[in-house]
C-alpha cells in the first residue's frame, strides 16, 4: 500500500485519496496519514455475524472520497457480490500466488508443499468469485531448494512491490495488460 501511494505521489499518474482497513491497529494507516491520505478503518470483529452492516459501513467510508479505483492490499474480508458490484470493474486486488494456482490462504506452503518450482504473485479485477478474477499481472520468482514460506513470502513480496504499481498505472492510463514480470 505504500510503496503504491509513494508511486502515484512521485509519478502523477492518479491521486491517492484514502486508505482503509478492516483492523484499526494496522500499521498501514499510520503510514498513511504520514502521507497525507485521509484513513479509515471499519473493525469487522464489531459486526461478528453482521457482514451486511460491517460493508454497509466500509461502502459509507469508501463514499466519503469517491474513488475511481480501489486497490485490496492484504485485505482479509470476503466481499460480498453487492459490495464488488458497486466496484465492478475497478476494484483490484494483489494475491501472493500464481493464479489460476492457490487462491484462499496459505499459498507459500502450498507451492513449496506441492514441490512447484516457480511461485509468486497475481493481480486481479476483484469478482464474487474469490480470487477468481480477470489476471491484471503476474510476478513470478524461483522457488529456491530451502525454501521455507517465510523465506518464499519474502522474495515474493519484493516482487509485489514492482508488480502492483506498475500494474495499476497502467490500469488507469488503458494501457495494454496483463504485465508479466520474472524475477529470475
Ligand atoms: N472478495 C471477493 N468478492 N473477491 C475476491 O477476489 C476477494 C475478496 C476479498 C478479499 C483477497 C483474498 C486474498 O488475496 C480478497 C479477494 C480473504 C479470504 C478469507 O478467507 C480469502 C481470500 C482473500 C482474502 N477471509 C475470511 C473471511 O471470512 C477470513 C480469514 C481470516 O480472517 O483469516 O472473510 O487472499
Known amino acids: 500500500m505504500v510503496r503504491l501511494v509513494q508511486e502515484m505521489q512521485a509519478q502523477g499518474w492518479a491521486r491517492p485519496v484514502a486508505v482503509g482497513s478492516n483492523d484499526p491497529a494496522a ?13 479509515f478503518a471499519v473493525d469487522h470483529r464489531k459486526y461478528k455475524g453482521d457482514r451486511a452492516g460491517f460493508e454497509a459501513e466500509l461502502l459509507h467510508q469508501l463514499q466519503m472520497t469517491a474513488p475511481d479505483v480501489v486497490c485490496l492490499a492484504g485485505f482479509m474480508r470476503i466481499l460480498t457480490p453487492d459490495f ?3 466496484f465492478q470493474g475497478r476494484m483490484l486486488n494483489i494475491h501472493p500466488s500464481l493464479l489460476p494456482r492457490y487462491p484462499g490462504l496459505n499459498t507459500h506452503r502450498r507451492a513449496i508443499e506441492a514441490g ?6 497475481t ?16 510476478a513470478r520468482v524461483d522457488v529456491l531448494p530451502g525454501d521455507t514460506a517465510d523465506t518464499l513470502a519474502a522474495r515474493v513480496l519484493v516482487q509485489e512491490h514492482r508488480l502492483y504499481p506498475e ?16 524475477a529470475d
Open 27 to 39: 500499521g498501514g494507516l499510520g503510514k498513511a496519514a504520514s502521507l497525507g491520505l485521509a484513513t
Open 167 to 182: 500494474v495499476l498505472r497502467r490500469f488507469v492510463l488503458n494501457q495494454p495488460l496483463p504485465v508479466m514480470l520474472d
Open 84 to 86: 464488488v458490484a458497486r
Open 116 to 121: 512447484d518450482d516457480q511461485a509468486g504473485a
Open 123 to 138: 493481480v486481479h479485477l476483484v469478482t464474487p468469485e474469490l480470487d477468481g478474477g480477470p489476471i491484471l499481472g503476474q
